[in-house]
């Protein structure tokens, strides 16, 4: 039987606020195993959130502004014309789907701030991946306030590779009125507008259709893995000394595969892994089931969100094979490294499998707990420890993000003496601890 036990020191330290999780890792369109046409995968960009321009289900008007003028609203103020509430946006012609920042729950849908907004002041953003990937577009769904209907601001792309590059991409981001046909740039005509001061849909004057959410793609190096994303706004009609009264929202961002790429593989568990001071190493796994894929691409991080790849293997071609040892220089003993894959084949790259941790992350083994005593889902944020334990320091779980502490097999957890079993600080931190066992305190009280 499974029963929540938390103990009251430890809900006291939890903070109010969920995690975001605003855009999953799993892509929203997706066939495992089998070639596949073109995947869609939206891209966190909720780190990067500056900008309120759409009215949420229950924040103040007062506090949104898309230009200078007017705001957006979600669907749980008025459905005509409002976002949805589960965020997600398909466009009418390509089908690119795009996942808009938003509560956790639809009854809290864009509270708070929901783009990425650049001004006269605020010129330039960069958006760091949460999880970086291989992509062969990325497609921005963006609109600008402020430089009218015939006029556009002229606005940045800079996508920046692990490798050290950088490439900008320039294109024209038209008015939120403007609703001509451009080459490559797709509209989402399905929103309308409220003015500032007001808490009513405004008049549709015109019968075009605007305001618009323009959709523009932008070409990848589908051979290197995207870090960030740098948005910069040049001024009107390409006069960079010109940016007064202009403003850029950038909604939404989502990477999408060449055509023809094989479908996702699934990593499996590391095995033969050896973390001791002499050769440090590790096999990577993942399933073979694939279709058309020719060969596979490993990528080795010390980190779960792989900011921190391993130059050897960084988007490694480890040719059309299962399994792979992983070993060399750059390995550390007593260190867990994550690791995932991608299939390829003459398109191109899949999207990146699920990721695998070999042993327990450093959170946990910086209160004493080894690999003996516990497994770690990086996909799910899940310790489960199996053996009980005295720990040598408190667990301090990772802030910002949700985790969840299993104990399994009746085992007991022991905080060290003077100190706190498991800790969970900062914002947007939540901590869920179940499982049969029990945490007791250091003197040996019930936890
Ligand atoms: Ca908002």
């Known amino acids: 039987m499974i029963k929540k036990i938390m ?9 109010a606020g969920m995690i975001l999780g605003l855009f999953p890792n799993s892509p929203l369109v997706e066939a495992q195993g089998a070639t596949v046409s073109t995947t869609y995968e939206p891209i966190d960009i909720s780190g990067s959130l500056n900008g309120n321009a759409i009215w949420g289900a229950t924040e103040s008007s007062l506090d949104v502004l898309m ?10 103020r008025f459905t005509d014309g409002g976002l949805p509430t589960n965020g997600e946006i398909t466009m009418p012609d390509t089908k690119v789907k795009y996942k808009l920042a938003l509560g956790d729950e639809s009854s809290k849908a864009y509270d708070g701030n929901d783009c990425i907004r650049l001004t006269s002041s605020s010129q330039s953003r960069t958006m760091d991946l949460r999880t970086i990937g291989v992509y062969q577009k990325i497609y921005v769904l963006a609109t600008a306030g402020g430089p009218g209907s015939g006029h556009y601001a002229d606005f940045k792309v800079t996508l920046n ?22 080459d490559g740039v797709e509209k989402y ?3 309308r507008r409220i003015n500032k001061g007001y808490t009513t849909v405004e008049t549709q004057s015109s019968s075009n259709g605007a305001p618009v959410l323009h959709s523009a793609a932008i070409q990848v190096d589908h051979n290197r893995l995207l870090k960030s ?26 990477g999408a595969t060449p ?43 010390t980190d779960k969100n792989f900011t921190e790849i391993l130059p050897e293997y960084n988007n490694k071609d480890v040719g059309n094979v299962n399994s792979y040892k ?20 003459t398109n191109g790259q899949s999207l990146s499998s699920n990721r695998i941790a070999t042993g327990v992350p450093k959170w946990a083994s910086d209160a004493g707990i080894t690999d003996k005593e516990a497994t770690y889902d990086v996909e799910t944020d899940t310790l489960t420890i199996t053996k009980s334990k005295i720990l040598t320091d408190t667990i301090n779980v990772p802030s ?9 097999n009746n085992s007991t957890v022991t905080a060290p003496k003077g100190k706190t079993a498991i800790k969970a600080s900062g914002t947007n931190t939540e901590l869920v601890v179940s499982g049969d066992g029990k945490i007791v305190g250091g003197d040996g009280t019930e936890g």
Do not use: H
């Open 7 to 15: 103990r009251k020191g430890i809900a006291a330290l939890l903070s």
């Open 161 to 182: 590779y692990t490798s050290g590059q950088s490439v900008e991409t320039e294109y024209k981001l038209y008015d939120w009125y403007d609703t001509r046909t451009v």
């Open 259 to 301: 055509v023809g790429v094989p479908g996702r593989p699934t990593a499996t568990a590391a095995t033969d892994v050896n973390k001791s001071q002499d050769g440090p190493c590790f096999t990577a796994n993942w399933t073979g089931e694939v279709k058309g894929a020719t060969g596979y691409r490993l990528d080795v991080a």
């Open 67 to 76: 230009d200078d003028s007017a705001f957006l609203y979600s669907a749980a």
């Open 229 to 254: 994303i740098t948005f910069t706004m040049n001024g009107k009609d390409g006069n960079p000394s010109d940016t007064s009264g202009l403003y850029c929202c950038v909604f939404a961002v989502t």
């Open 189 to 191: 005509c399905k929103i």
């Open 326 to 345: 992983v070993e060399g220089k750059e390995l550390e003993p007593e260190t867990t490294y994550y690791y995932r894959v991608r299939a390829y084949n």
């Open 400 to 408: 910002g993000e949700k985790t969840t502490i299993v104990l399994e």
